[in-house]
């Protein structure tokens, strides 16, 4: 029921906007609003535009809002929109104006995805609070004079993200944002425009769904155990492309998989991932590829889809709880779902066909259909077939089938979607390059890598204000410390030699053994006391005595894995009150003696040193490893120590404990050798990295890795307490090693 | 020596022959050479030698090795009743004095001091020496030793001698292939081949996965345990879960995904 004119000049005149583009849609907008809204919803609609058109940012927000806002109150309730119009009205306070039309674009979507008036409240006073506390001003406590340097691309990812998490994700996603680069406004826009690594981080963190970066080892087991195959999986997410959502699909060198899959159904996540993965291998082990030169595209889609059908059949053979899983995935569109007189049907058709040979109960009668599942079911009943000969199926029944309207641009795409099957690219040989079909990517040659460094290994960092771990924080690079003359290190054992020697016997005596006891022997180093004394009553009794009356011991070995960790920082350049040496140098000495002695405690010792230039390179040097021995080589990089930068011990620590973890010790041990305080140029809140090295010492502790910190500086400073408790001894001089070590020992054995 | 009548094999127990291992042991047998029979848990080894002692008609002696063994347990010991003391033989002494089969399973179980006391029965003189009697036993010219082993997860300290192991001629045993298998499954446990034929597919698969993180894939006796759980009735994914994929992991991935290597065979 259309409004009068009359009605309409009515409702005109309460609208005071003068735009004339207005008027071009005015009317639809009335019609429309009239029949959702309630009299008072429809003079709140007007009401609500003419204040957008009173803020002064042109005509585009006042469209938008007469567009948009009927449905979205018609779901969610009259009252949104006075909220809308409210906002628009706070934010046009502000020097963020500009984002006014984007913020009004998103609220489609927001309606959409929130569901209900509570959220789009909160939704609205979120996006105005990070409004407020991005704008800044230079001067004074004035209001906000200079824009948020980021809400406009908050707003503009804002749609994408609510697809991907829940509002409280993506709260929490906000506020991360918020805590670390509230000052940075080069960072802010990086992070909220989803381009920073650790933004990324954090929206997986925040993500629903069956991640596949929690599933890879079952994935990597399922494709092992019923396929045989060991594959190469790649994760690619659909939440950073909007423009081309990505499909899977497998080649040489590997295969792409979604980063996350929701439930669908009764199919959980991870049973979708086993539906994708068991396509692949069906086609990885039947299909042949064919030469695309001579077929049209429609040709080669009905192609494609017969060869998905056929190689799903033979995996049914084997599997046939498979044909469960697919069906539940696959969709069924209803046979009268496309009008082949106004648009293509093409895709219609070849979905109904492909739910048709999978699952035998379909509905549908079209003969043609009908037809072609029985020659697709003789053929498969045949012993060998293969994908040229599906192929020719596929071209008899585009040939059968065909219709005007399949060239026409207006496709029918609802519900012919398979999502797990891939996108066959690897079915098809090009002879020659067409320009008719996407053309794959020219290989790229990778420039060579300059550096001769590894590549990073990235650690997360404690963050004790907001109690979370920063994603993949700091950047360490390893490698071989530099060597020097391995001589230096021979002087300084000999200058020492008595206290090596000392050191020696100290730790001989020290060695946790594990004694082992081994009973009933009837040979053996001692008498076994309880069943020489039961045999000699089963003796005296007349039954048969146990002969089996010694026993004997044998050593279990070695098995403490040591690691040495030494501070190289540039404090330790200094020479400490009462001491004739730096601190390097009694670092040096230490180590020297410590390495010497050690190496007759356990075979497994390893030496590596730290320093740190910001959080985005954290150096490793490794200077002994677990597998070489004690000798000139090793001495030689011990003597060629050097102290600089800065100390960030946390991700030091963890590298180290990722090391130890990896043998094979029944005790582990990490020695710390550091000066004390742990910090960073990049850091303005010195207590962060204590507390950060404090949490990475409790993470040893659940990694089974005793945590020892060797302090060398006579004035120690209380935070070493803080980071290792009661585990942590001062040396400042050489001749105290042989005291305070075996104090180590003890501990650790106890 | 009714004794003996206890170690004969009376009824034909139920083998499947795979390759050509009987006309092997046959030959082996007729020259008394030991045997050393290895292969995985559960593919058939202690059913072999059981079907070959029948088939040849001799007793079979068996001795299930463990670490507490020692060579008195083979050789034999002293008594005390009330008369004094008796000696009494070992299962090894007892097998070289009639005539029988020894066969030591799993060997490697068996501390080494324990194992050195066959080796005088396996070389030429086919003697054992019984120190604590005094007594040389000649064995029975029909005697002969079969040991059983499973390479594989012995660690470096529980391994057989090189100067045991080259007394012995081997035979390696395996799990049978697909058809085979299900066959001897059907058979041994009277269940029908459909049924026999998706428990071996549900086996391929753990052992597809044999080094990465299974120890061991699953051997043909749980199959023959599975298939008696189906025939009392139990629904074939229950009887798989408790018969083929709870007792050989605790992982929670792997059996994630053989439980659903056992949805995907068993519609």
Request: proline letters at 4%; a negative charge; charged letters at 25%.
């Amino acid at each position: 029921m259309s409004l009068s004119e009359d009605d309409l000049r009515g409702y005109r005149k309460r609208l005071t906007c003068n735009f004339k583009q207005i008027d071009q849609v005015f009317g639809d907008c009335m019609n429309q609003a009239v029949t959702t809204l309630s009299p008072k919803g429809v003079e709140d609609y007007l009401d609500g535009a003419s204040l957008i058109c009173m803020v002064g940012r042109g005509v585009e927000p006042v469209l938008s809002y007469l567009e948009e806002m009927p449905e979205v109150a018609r779901k969610l309730g009259e009252e949104t929109l006075t909220l809308v119009s409210q906002s628009v009205w706070k934010i046009s306070r502000s020097p963020n104006g500009k984002a006014i039309p984007v913020f009004l674009q998103t609220l489609a979507e927001a309606s959409r995805r929130l569901g209900s008036r509570e959220l789009l409240e909160r939704y609205c006073a979120k996006v105005l609070e990070f409004m407020e506390r991005t704008s800044s001003s230079i001067h004074g406590n004035q209001s906000a004079t200079i824009p948020s340097p980021s809400l406009i691309e908050l707003l503009q990812r804002l749609p994408g993200l609510l697809h991907e998490l829940s509002f409280e994700g993506l709260n929490n996603w906000i506020e991360y944002g918020l805590a670390n680069y509230l000052h940075h406004p080069g960072r802010q826009r990086d992070y909220f425009s989803l381009q920073s690594a650790d933004s990324r981080a954090i929206m997986q963190r925040e993500r629903h769904g069956t991640l596949y970066a929690d599933h890879e080892r079952k994935l990597d087991l399922y494709m092992k155990a019923l396929w045989q195959k060991d594959e190469l999986f790649v994760p690619y997410s659909r939440a950073f492309d909007q423009l081309r959502k990505p499909a899977p699909y497998f080649d040489d060198r590997g295969i792409r998989v979604p980063d996350v899959y929701e439930d669908k159904g009764s199919i959980s996540g991870i049973d979708r991932y086993r539906a994708l993965l068991a396509h692949v291998a069906a086609h990885k082990r039947w299909t042949t590829p064919v030469i695309a030169d001579n077929y049209s595209p429609f040709q080669r889609v009905a192609i494609e889809m017969f060869e998905d059908s056929r190689v799903e059949y033979l995996a049914m053979q084997f599997y046939p709880g498979l044909r469960r899983l697919w069906t539940a995935l696959h969709p069924a569109p209803g046979e009268d779902d496309c009008d082949p007189s106004i648009e293509s049907c093409i895709r219609h058709r070849l979905a109904m066909l492909s739910y048709a040979l999978l699952c035998a109960e379909h509905n549908y009668r079209n003969s043609d259909l009908l037809e072609f599942v029985a020659r697709f079911r003789q053929l498969m009943q045949q012993q060998k077939h293969t994908t040229k000969q599906v192929a020719d199926l596929a071209i008899s029944y585009i040939a059968r089938t065909r219709r005007q309207a399949d060239l026409s641009a207006n496709i029918y795409f609802a519900d012919t979607e398979v999502s797990y099957r891939d996108d066959n690219r690897h079915m098809w040989r090009f002879i020659e390059q067409g320009d008719e079909e996407e053309m794959f990517e020219e290989e790229r040659k990778a420039e060579a890598e300059e550096s001769d460094r590894l590549p990073p290994r990235h650690y997360p960092e404690w963050d004790y204000k907001s109690r979370t771990y920063r994603p993949d924080w700091v950047s360490l690079y390893e490698s071989l410390h530099p060597s020097g003359s391995a001589a230096i290190i021979d002087r300084l054992l000999t200058k020492h030699h008595v206290l090596v020697k000392q050191l020696k016997q100290i730790f001989d005596l020290l060695k946790p053994q594990q004694c082992v006891r081994v009973r009933y022997q009837e040979e053996g180093s001692e008498l076994d006391l309880d069943v020489a004394i039961s045999s000699l009553i089963d003796i005296r009794s007349g039954a048969r005595p146990d002969p089996r009356i010694n026993m004997s011991h044998h050593r279990d070995g070695r098995d403490i894995a040591v690691m040495l960790l030494l501070d190289l920082s540039e404090s330790l350049n200094r020479v400490p009150d009462g001491c004739s040496q730096t601190i390097l140098e009694l670092s040096q000495e230490a180590v020297a003696l410590l390495g010497y002695a050690v190496e007759h405690l356990g075979d497994e010792f390893a030496i590596a040193g730290f320093s740190s230039n910001t959080r985005h390179e954290v150096r490793y040097q490794h200077i002994k490893g677990y597998s070489e021995h004690w000798d000139d080589m090793v001495k030689a990089r011990l003597a060629a120590m050097q102290a600089g930068y800065s100390t960030r011990m946390g991700a030091a620590i963890r590298h180290a404990a990722h090391y130890l973890e990896a043998r094979r010790a029944d005790k582990k041990l990490l020695l710390i050798l550091t000066d004390g305080e742990p910090h960073d140029i990049d850091e303005q809140d010195g207590r962060l990295l204590i507390e950060d090295a404090r949490k990475a010492v409790q993470e040893l502790h659940r990694q089974d890795i005793y945590g020892f910190c060797v302090n060398l500086d006579p004035q120690a400073d209380d935070c070493v307490e803080d980071i290792f408790g009661k585990r942590f001894t001062v040396i400042d001089r050489v001749e105290r090693l042989p005291q305070k070590l075996p104090e180590l020992f003890f501990s650790l054995t106890r | 020596m009714s004794d003996i009548d206890q170690y004969r094999i009376e009824q034909e127990p139920f083998y499947q022959v795979q390759h050509d291992e009987i006309s092997l042991y046959q030959a082996a047998y007729d020259e008394r050479l030991p045997v050393m029979i290895k292969g995985p848990t559960g593919c058939g080894k202690s059913r072999f030698v059981e079907y070959m002692a029948w088939k040849l008609n001799r007793p079979l002696i068996t001795v299930a090795c463990n670490d507490d063994m020692t060579a008195s347990d083979l050789v034999g010991r002293f008594l005390l009743d009330s008369n004094g003391t008796r000696w009494l033989d070992g299962p090894l002494t007892t097998a070289a004095r009639i005539g029988a089969i020894c066969y030591l399973d799993e060997v490697v179980e068996a501390r080494q001091d324990t194992t050195v006391v066959i080796h005088p029965l396996t070389d030429h003189r086919r003697t054992l020496p019984l120190d604590k009697k005094g007594e040389l036993v000649a064995a029975h010219p029909d005697f002969q030793l079969v040991i059983s082993y499973n390479p594989g997860y012995q660690s470096l300290m529980k391994d057989l001698k090189q100067s045991t192991k080259q007394r012995f001629s081997a035979m390696t045993f395996d799990y049978p292939d697909t058809a085979l298998e299900a066959e001897i499954v059907s058979k041994e446990t009277n269940s029908p081949l459909d049924v026999a034929m998706r428990l071996v597919r549900v086996a391929k698969t753990a052992r597809n996965l044999k080094g990465h993180g299974l120890d061991e894939g699953i051997s043909t006796r749980l199959l023959a345990y599975a298939a008696r759980l189906i025939n009392r009735g139990v629904q074939p994914q229950a009887a798989c879960r408790m018969a083929l994929v709870d007792p050989i992991t605790d992982d929670a991935d792997i059996r994630s995904t053989l439980n659903h290597a056992i949805d995907a065979v068993f519609n």
